[in-house]
């Protein structure tokens, strides 16, 4: 991360159409910022799809980028959501180097962290664990000694908590 | 370029409600009261083309090259506050379009851009001709379109007239594939746009006014930074008001040319980096600044850190995102421009300013605009100056890119808004002779006037035969000084004087504009300047290529460099 920024999400409602995804990745990029993730999905509404996008800015542009969102013809809502309490996850599909002597330590590892075994071979074992993305993170650390063969995460996802409209 | 131009099948007439999508586009076209494109044909567009010949109402004016098309359109939007209308077949038609769209972008100009595709069936396969324009304007258009279905055609017409012209105004692009043009439908040309996520905010927080209001009350140097959004709002009326009621001094920016008389006493004219010294100090000493309309674009403020540093700022936009974008704003204001205003303007108390007004008296009359004349040399400002007289400040300008266009700024005094059109933000040189001819389209009841550098003219001068063949009378004046001055300027203050590339080889302007059927004179002496400027007012039914050989060794001042604040205003050459 650039000196100065931060990981800043934003959470954008837009609709459904052609094109919308390369309009909004691309209105980020022309400001030379980083994404650090983005991902998407449809919501309660299937015309309507969230996006929850991290990006390295400074904190004080962080509205800035909501605004410029906005105006784009087929945002319906971009907010800014640093600092209010919030309930964020990320998925990881971890595929790790096993043997007969590390296969039950690994699973031990899993249990902590609540992630599951999704399929299992002699040579591999490949694991998907969800939570916020620290908790990721350090699931995939513990991973590293025994040699990730590959990996997968889907970019955090975010929702504001309780009553209040994300 | 080549426009090649293969096999189409003929139109078939409509029948009943049936029309092809070529058709229906005209028809929608017609419903959004568009009496003129400005455009250049080509394969993608032929059915389109051929829908347009059977259109007596729809004009189409051919230019020599798309660039004008978009040039054009702006001019023509910009003095008649109507959406402008360019058009250009697929892939290098539509890219030539860009540099025009992205000027319409950057100056919140409402122009709608109608281009060419390829067939549906060969999109995405590097067909002949074919460009994403779509992915091309994305960055540089408001909202653009490809069009999959004749049907929708209407709808998407509607959609990108409501866009453009509503809101912070600006260009949308229409892209119709070929074969979606020859489609047979049965269009509804009663649609309404479909924009969910579009809901500009017109009216003004009531609270966020009042402070306002208080805020100026209480101002011991307060001042009015007016930029264009008070011209596309129409709110002159609104910010002379707020003027005489309270006497607060008023600062134009280049957009916002004409938001104002110039020649009302409370008006200071243009600031920032070539603007007036006294418009520059008394921004930069303001206690409380209204910035309505405007962008705190760097040619404005300089080094914003200290921009107006001691000042409250209010801030006044239709578009939220301007607001806090580049200096924060102590009170922010969504809302159009003339309702806010109107909303504001009673509930100022007029301050008590007359301290104020004594100190900007004094910056005034010891900075004021100034130039000399060297011995047998044509000054630029004393054309601009003469321009300026000749015309009261009441014809419709256009200017090019560089030196001549601050020069212009500086002397030429409009008295109304619409009369001032200019590249503003993008700073296209090209821009001048285009603009003004589709500002002639749009208003042939006015006198319009060109006034481009010898550069930019070079840029864009082969649609002189548009202008010929379509007998505008408009004048085009030439500041010629052989150079590209505004460079030769940066690089003789910033550079060293190591002149690279600035110094230009030009043809004899005035037997060029002959060779074009219209007409030209060279004025190489001071005396000749005002005979031949009033040779050219005159002139009727013709172009008149005035080419006036200037000092070329002028620079152009004041000038804060870029990136300084107005203590590092440069005053004398």
């Known amino acids: 991360m650039a000196e100065g920024t931060h990981a800043a999400t934003i959470s954008v409602l837009v609709q459904n159409a052609p094109g919308v995804l390369v309009r909004v990745a691309g209105l980020i990029r022309r400001r030379g910022v980083n994404i650090h993730s983005l991902s998407v999905g449809p919501t309660e509404d299937p015309s309507v799809s969230r996006m929850t996008i991290v990006v390295d800015t400074a904190p004080d542009r962080t509205e800035q980028f909501a605004k410029q969102l906005r105006k784009l013809v087929e945002v319906l809502r971009a907010t800014a959501i640093d600092g209010l309490p919030t309930v964020d996850r990320e998925l990881a599909l971890v595929k790790v180097n096993v043997t007969p002597g590390t296969r039950l330590e690994i699973m031990e590892i899993a249990n902590v962290f609540r992630a599951s075994v999704v399929d299992l071979t002699d040579r591999t074992m490949t694991l998907e664990v969800t939570g916020r993305g620290e908790k990721v993170d350090a699931f995939i650390e513990l991973l590293k000694k025994y040699g990730i063969r590959e990996m997968a995460r889907t970019g955090q996802v975010t929702l504001v908590r309780g009553a209040q409209a994300t | ?573």
């Open chain 2, 1 to 573: 370029m080549a426009r090649a131009i293969t096999a189409s099948r003929k139109s078939s007439p409509a029948t009943g409600r049936q029309m092809t999508g070529a058709q229906a586009l005209v028809e929608a076209l017609r419903r959004e009261g568009v009496e003129i494109l400005f455009g250049h044909p080509g394969g993608a567009s032929l059915p389109i083309y051929d829908a347009l010949y059977d259109a007596r109402d729809v004009r189409h004016i051919l230019v020599r090259h798309e660039q004008v098309a978009a040039h054009a359109a702006v001019g023509y939007a910009r003095a008649s506050g109507r959406v402008g209308v360019c058009t250009a077949t697929s892939g290098p038609g539509a890219t030539n379009l860009v540099t025009g769209i992205t000027d319409a972008m950057m100056d919140s100009v409402p122009i709608v851009a109608i281009t060419g595709q390829v067939p549906r069936p060969v999109i995405g396969n590097d067909a002949f001709q074919e460009a994403d324009v779509t992915g091309i304007t994305m960055p540089i258009t408001k909202y653009n379109m490809l069009v999959m279905r004749a049907a929708d055609i209407p709808r998407a017409v509607r959609t990108a007239f409501y866009l453009a012209r509503t809101g912070r105004p600006g260009p949308v692009l229409v892209d119709i594939p070929r074969d979606v043009s020859q489609e047979l439908c049965e269009p509804d040309l009663t649609v309404e746009p479909q924009v969910p996520g579009y809901r500009p905010v017109l009216d003004g927080n009531p609270n966020q006014i009042a402070e306002a209001a208080r805020a100026l009350s209480e101002a011991q140097r307060p001042i009015v930074y007016a930029g264009g959004g008070i011209i596309s709002s129409g709110a002159t009326p609104e910010l002379t008001a707020l003027v005489e009621r309270t006497g607060i001094p008023v600062t134009l920016t280049l957009m916002g040319k004409g938001a104002m008389d110039e020649t009302h006493p409370r008006c200071l004219g243009m600031l920032g980096m070539h603007g007036s010294a006294y418009a520059n100090w008394a921004i930069n000493s303001a206690d409380v600044i209204l910035a309505v309309g405007v962008r705190f674009d760097d040619r404005v403020t300089g080094r914003l850190k200290d921009f107006a540093p001691h000042a409250r700022i209010i801030h006044i936009d239709i578009d939220p995102a301007e607001i806090g974008k580049n200096k924060p704003a102590h009170i922010p204001i969504v809302g159009d421009a003339k309702r806010v205003l109107a909303a504001l303007v009673p509930q100022v108390r007029p301050p008590q300013i007359e301290a104020w007004w004594k100190q900007i008296e004094e910056w005034r009359e010891r900075y004021p605009f100034r130039y000399r004349q060297r011995d047998g040399r044509i000054s630029h400002q004393y054309v601009c100056d003469l321009l300026n007289r000749l015309t009261g400040g009441r014809a419709i300008v256009a200017t090019d890119v560089g030196q001549h266009q601050m020069w212009m700024a500086q002397w030429y005094r409009c008295r109304e808004p619409r009369t001032f059109i200019t590249s503003g933000g993008l700073g296209a040189m090209g821009f001048g002779f285009p603009a003004a001819m589709g500002a002639k389209f749009a208003r042939p009841d006015r006198q319009v006037i060109a006034v481009v550098g010898d550069g930019g003219f070079m840029m864009t001068l082969q649609d002189l035969i548009t202008a010929v063949e379509h007998r505008l009378g408009l004048p085009i004046i030439i500041l010629n000084n052989n150079a590209l001055g505004m460079v030769r300027q940066w690089q003789s203050f910033f550079y060293r004087g190591r002149l690279s590339a600035s110094l230009l080889r030009n043809p004899d302007f005035a037997r060029l504009a002959e060779v074009f059927g219209a007409r030209g004179i060279r004025v190489e002496r001071p005396e000749e300047v005002e005979p031949a400027l009033q040779a050219a007012l005159a002139t009727e039914d013709t172009p008149c290529v005035v080419d006036i050989l200037c000092d070329p060794e002028e620079n152009c001042l004041p000038m804060i460099p870029s990136g300084q604040s107005v203590a590092e205003m440069i005053l004398d050459g």
